[in-house]
Every structure is written in structure tokens, then in C-alpha cells.
């Protein structure tokens, strides 16, 4: 028993093996834009409101996944502002929907003849009602990759902190960012960014010596 015990152990392989781990990427302006139009031009209703959505919202993957019509647009109407209850604060989180993701989500409810009570998002397994994290997480590398960028260091929080980065990079203001992130604590927010090393490097190329 205990040679099959130490055998085991031996031939178990570390799940973070060949993998690149540690906080994943923002995507640039370009980026988004990219991705945008690839999924404008091949007709992609579905992709593209999940994508102006998850931009968007800044929600985790698992929150995203859930949302229903009824979260979005409460009354049929897309609304220009909602909150949703995150899973793992178990916080209320407000977030906009800015014009370009209401038509996208409007095309798409139509398209998929989507009801209130149903997922925003329905999977086309059916062994799960609504879009996967992992599914998801396979979408998100596709949009990478799509752009001729190497999917290791991106990820579905890559659609969490992307505009968050954005917003700080252009108002520096922190407290803006931790609310629109749902962060309890401020050092959090501090930390989700990388702001003190980005900011350090600023400081350093505008220094001339």
C-alpha cells in the first residue's frame, strides 16, 4: 500500500506544469477592436454580445455565464445600467451597458427568441442550461488567437480587467475602479491591476537622468 502510495505521488504530475500562471492580460484598444469587427463581419450575434458584454460588465466568468434577460432587460427593454449579486462576495455589483452592447444584445435576444426567465447565454450541450465557464473559457482563446495573439497569457479574467485597466490608466482614480469591480477592500483592486509596478515603470521613463 505505501509503495503504491509514494508510486502515485511520484507520477503525479503538477497541474501548473508548462502552464503560464500569474495574472493574466488586459487587452489593448486595438485589440477590442479587432475582435469586434472579425465578429461584426462573420455575423457572430451571439459572440458579439457576449464579448461588448463581458467588456462591459468586468464580471468573473461564472457571474457572466449565469446572467438571464431578465438581468439586462428588466421589462424587455435593455436597460443602459444593472446590478447582479456576484457568487463569490455575495456583493450587489452595478455595471453600464454602453449603446454598442445594448444593439448587441438586443440583435441576439431576437435572434435566439430568448425569454426573460431564460439564460442570456443558454449552452448548446445539453447537459448544462447555460454557457460553461470552461466553454466560455475556450471562446475567450479563440478571440485571442483570432488576432494573431498568444493565448497563454490571457484568459476570461483578460474580460474582467480589461476596461477596469482602461479606466484607471485614464482617471487614476482607484476607488472608481474598486467599485466598478466589486472589490471590497481597495489593496484588492491595488493588486487585481498591477497598478504600483505599472505606475513605478511610468515614473521611471518619464525620469530623465
Same mark, same amino acid.
Given at each position: 500500500m505505501e509503495s503504491e502510495t509514494k508510486s502515485t505521488q511520484t507520477n503525479q504530475i503538477p497541474w501548473n506544469k508548462g502552464k503560464l500562471v500569474g495574472q493574466k492580460h488586459p487587452l489593448k484598444l486595438k485589440d477590442i477592436w479587432a475582435i469586434? *469587427?472579425?465578429?461584426?463581419?462573420?455575423?457572430?450575434?451571439r459572440e458579439l454580445a457576449l464579448f461588448?458584454?463581458?467588456i462591459d460588465s468586468k464580471?468573473?466568468?461564472?457571474?457572466?455565464?449565469?446572467l438571464k434577460v431578465n438581468n439586462v432587460a428588466p421589462g424587455g427593454r435593455i436597460a443602459s445600467r444593472t446590478m447582479v449579486m456576484q457568487q463569490k462576495t455575495h456583493r450587489p455589483v452595478q455595471f453600464e451597458i454602453t449603446e454598442q452592447t445594448r444593439d448587441a444584445l438586443s440583435a441576439w435576444i431576437n435572434e435566439a427568441h430568448l425569454r426573460a426567465d431564460q439564460y442570456l447565454f443558454p449552452s448548446r450541450l445539453h447537459d448544462s442550461p447555460?454557457?460553461?465557464?470552461r466553454q466560455y473559457?475556450? *471562446?475567450v482563446e479563440k478571440w485571442v488567437t483570432s488576432i494573431g495573439l498568444d493565448s497563454a497569457p490571457y484568459g476570461t479574467h483578460t474580460m474582467r480587467r480589461t476596461k477596469?485597466?482602461?479606466i484607471y490608466r485614464r482617471t487614476k482614480n482607484l476607488r472608481a475602479v474598486q467599485l466598478l469591480l466589486g472589490h471590497t477592500k481597495?489593496?484588492?483592486?491595488?493588486?487585481?491591476?498591477?497598478?504600483?509596478?505599472?505606475?513605478?515603470?511610468?515614473?521611471?521613463?518619464q525620469t530623465d537622468i
Open positions: 469586434r *469587427i472579425r465578429l461584426q463581419v462573420a455575423n457572430n450575434t461588448n458584454l463581458a464580471l468573473r466568468g461564472c457571474d457572466l455565464v449565469q447555460h454557457l460553461s465557464t473559457a475556450r *471562446i477596469a485597466t482602461l481597495l489593496e484588492s483592486t491595488v493588486r487585481y491591476l498591477g497598478i504600483e509596478v505599472d505606475d513605478a515603470l511610468e515614473i521611471a521613463e
